[in-house]
């Protein structure tokens, strides 16, 4: 069976993909980025995370008023 793990690369793509997403609306999160630690655990396969970080209350709003307007549009 093919390992189907997401790759450090794919990560970094889906965060830049999020990124690019987010800014059409405006939406930056300063903190956003692949979380390189979830690749060094033992977990098979490997996690592959992306950190989404902090991020202020107006940010949060913006992006919860975008997700709104997407899931209603």
């Given at each position: 069976m093919p390992d189907r793990s997401p790759t450090a690369y794919d990560v970094t793509l889906c965060v830049e993909e999020l990124r690019t997403a987010l800014a059409l609306h405006d939406i930056t999160l300063p903190s956003l980025r692949a979380d390189l630690p979830s690749f060094a655990g033992t977990y098979a396969?490997?996690?592959g995370l992306v950190a989404l970080g902090s991020c202020n209350t107006a940010t949060a709003r913006a992006l919860a008023?975008?997700?709104r307007k997407t899931?209603?549009?």
């Open positions: 396969p490997p996690a008023a975008a997700l899931a209603a549009g």
